[in-house]
């Protein structure tokens, strides 16, 4: 007996031994047992290779045993299974980043944000991208769109204090104090948006602060 839509191929048995896989990697992650849940996922993709949420689940498992560039190639190929989930193409986005890809990381994030113009953190990323590219101006002009959607995003205001810095060095004080301007209304805005900030949106490389649920039943992974 086949299941019929997105386990087509597999028989029912199949299916539920690439469920128990994904199980089995979810309890090897609750004790950080990370090179066994890695070979759970890997065995479960074997067997069904069109889920994106498993591919993305790899990609963070590859991401905590420090093998990045493999992490933003599990998150390419789970965003070519779901090129319109918003989640992926953040982690995507910022998986290139963190890899010194940084054209790419725009790309991505540029993408996200046209077709979620709302979702801020594809803003906040865009925001010190952009400035490592040394696109000062368009680093600030991002940051005024994120403002329409989140005026009180630490992460803005964080990375915002630095084109400041770099486009404006030559100004003086003035602009000294607009830099810790933005980055007093993080500490104003929040007595743990600082630290959060400092470390931007990290958490979101964790599958389960993502909306992968929809397609397999990733949650609790301990961080």
């Not at 004790?31 to 993305?56: C, F, G, V």
């Not at 193409?89 to 980043?97: D, E, F, P, R």
């Not at 990323?125 to 009180?152: C, K, N, P, S, V």
């Amino acid at each position: 007996m086949s299941l019929t839509g997105e386990g087509a191929k597999l028989t029912m048995h199949e299916w539920f031994d690439a469920e128990q896989r994904v199980e089995r990697a979810q309890n090897f992650c609750e004790t950080r047992q990370w090179s066994e849940a890695l070979a759970e996922m890997d065995a479960a993709l074997t067997m069904h290779p069109e889920n994106a949420a498993w591919h993305a689940m790899r990609g963070y498992l590859l991401h905590v045993l420090g093998r990045e560039s493999e992490a933003a190639d599990a998150y390419e190929m789970a965003l070519q299974v779901e090129p319109d989930d918003r989640d992926i193409s953040m982690v995507l986005g910022i998986a290139m980043a963190r890899l010194g890809r940084l054209a790419r990381a725009a790309d991505v994030l540029e993408e996200l944000s046209a077709k979620h113009p709302d979702f801020t953190p594809a803003y906040c990323h865009r925001i010190y991208i952009y400035t490592e590219l040394g696109m000062h101006e368009r680093a600030e002009e991002i940051f005024y769109l994120a403002q329409q959607y989140d005026d009180a995003c630490p992460h803005c205001f964080y990375h915002m204090g630095f084109p400041l810095l770099l486009v404006h060095r030559r100004n003086g004080p003035s602009i000294v104090g607009s830099t810790f301007w933005n980055w007093s209304r993080i500490i104003r805005g929040s007595a743990y948006a600082l630290p959060e900030a400092i470390e931007p949106w990290d958490t979101t490389t964790r599958p389960r602060s993502i909306s992968f649920t929809n397609t397999a039943k990733i949650r609790g992974i301990p961080t």
